[in-house]
């Protein structure tokens, strides 16, 4: 009896260390951070911050190392087309990658970015090709920014931030951004020998010719496209603008 007794016990410890072997190898599942571990972090939008706890996002281990994913620290509840924003993780010591000229973060980024928790470090998957000054270290604070992008005759893009470019005062009281101030002249420098395709959030999309765009502005508070001429209106009256592409008049 004791030999039977002896081979049952030495199974149930069998078993129970390949349970461990297999439970501890799945280091890429969420795990909270741990009840007593606090990693402020603070989320800035429009004219609003919020502090955050980053130990009360999901935590994924990566490569041994506690992180959170960028994107979860967006409220899509809110930023409900987050394409058409740009993400800008600053360091503590005032850094971020536009400084150097490099365009901020897409939403694509956001969704393959991390910060590792015990350095504060915001880092990227390899996979995005992005160079080393995105890599913030010891990330203080994301802001969130409306942006619209213009793709060039080249198909290059340039990010224009909306809160960073020139405003001037449209009818009612309005402050709007020329449409004109999307096409640097440093780069279009015939700007009459193109049509302009406006594409909105929802892939609705318009034709301007050069003359159309002078009379266009865009609308900060409604989002929205409107035009000092009353002859342009209708379906030309777009809202949230994503992009716009100088293209030739053949294509």
Known sequence: MS?????????????????????????????????????NFMVTYSSSSSQLNLADLPVYTI??????KLSDLVD????????????RPIGSDGFYANLKGSPDNSWDHMQD?????????VTFDI??????????????ELKILRKIDFITPADSLIQHIVDEMTQTAFEDSLNGIALTEFIPEEVVSSPSSY???????????????YEQLQKGFYIIDRD???YTDSEITGSFKIKTLNRLIAKTPSE
């Open 3 to 39: 030999m039977i007794s002896s081979g049952k016990d030495i199974y149930a410890t069998f078993i129970l260390i390949l349970a461990i072997m297999f439970f501890g190898g799945c280091s890429d599942d969420v795990s909270p951070a741990g009840p007593e571990e606090t990693y």
């Open 63 to 68: 490569e041994e190392q506690k992180t959170v």
């Open 76 to 87: 899509t509840s809110l930023i409900t087309e987050p394409y058409n924003y740009a993400y």
């Open 113 to 121: 970015g991390y910060i590792v928790l015990s350095t504060m470090g």
């Open 127 to 140: 996979s995005l090709g992005l160079i080393s000054r995105y890599n913030i270290r010891d990330a203080a």
């Open 195 to 209: 049509v302009y395709k406006l594409i909105a959030a929802d892939d609705y999309s318009i034709i301007l010719s």
């Open 224 to 226: 929205q496209i409107l």
